[in-house]
């Protein structure tokens, strides 16, 4: 295909998301792992046509990454985030960014989840595998995507429209509300911070002309040093 969908996830969210994001007329590319900044772009050379879905935190991470692509991405949407991610008005407060950061534990990532899914049914479709998180590894990801935002401000990366989640236990919607509401159209859904069936319905959207197919396809590999992608199909 010289069609692609790049997904920029969640912070603490991985591959193991890659069944929420199927598509049988594009490949789809999901990027995660924000304690690096490096971006092979040359992964998206052969692709005349992008369009990008990001999540939460992946909302600014997105910003930073594709500004460079920006001619070649024809539909752009923001679910459950911000360019502003460490904002007392426009994103996540920053006492909370920080209390998050300097306790993070597995306990308080379990509490983190729980909270971002609505509790322990929402939890239940989160897409989970058996791998053990690394709380450092986490932990130096929140760090780092700190530094970048205080460093380099919001960017100048614009979305075509931005999903507020109502229940949004993350994000408050009205610092989604406020994010968004001279800059993008936006659109507020009865949702938490995760959802898996709002977040597979918005994505299929995304230029999608066919039914879903509920199916895995082989990963292609991924770089190790740089941050982490994975290609299905």
């Not at 460490?86 to 909270?115: C, M, W």
Request: hydrophobic letters at 40%; charged letters at 30%; aromatic letters at 12%.
């Amino acid at each position: 295909s010289r069609r692609v969908k790049v997904v920029f996830l969640g912070w603490s969210a991985d591959d193991s998301m890659e069944r929420l994001f199927v598509s049988e007329d594009y490949d789809v590319l999901l990027v995660w792992d924000y304690r690096d900044w490096t971006f092979d772009y040359s992964i998206l050379n052969d692709y005349e046509e992008i369009r990008l879905f990001a999540w939460s935190l992946g909302v600014f991470a997105s910003g930073e990454v594709m500004s460079r692509c920006s001619q070649r991405i024809v539909r752009s949407v923001a679910f459950a985030g911000t360019l502003l991610p460490i904002d007392n008005a426009k994103g996540i407060p920053q006492k909370v960014y920080e209390l998050t950061t300097n306790t993070l534990s597995p306990a308080a990532l379990k509490k983190f989840r729980l909270r971002m899914c609505g509790g322990a049914e929402g939890l239940k479709t989160f897409p989970l595998d058996d791998r053990e998180c690394d709380i450092e590894e986490l932990k130096a990801a929140l760090v780092s995507i700190e530094k970048r935002y205080m460093a380099n401000g919001a960017g100048s990366f614009t979305f075509d429209k931005a999903y507020i989640c109502g229940r949004d236990k993350i994000f408050p919607p009205d610092n989604q509300l406020s994010a968004w509401q001279t800059t993008t159209e936006s659109e507020t859904i009865d949702c938490e911070h995760f959802d898996f069936e709002q977040m597979r319905n918005i994505f299929a959207e995304l230029g999608e002309t066919k039914p879903l197919l509920h199916s895995d396809f082989p990963r292609l590999g991924r770089p190790t040093k740089s941050m982490q992608w994975c290609k299905i199909k």
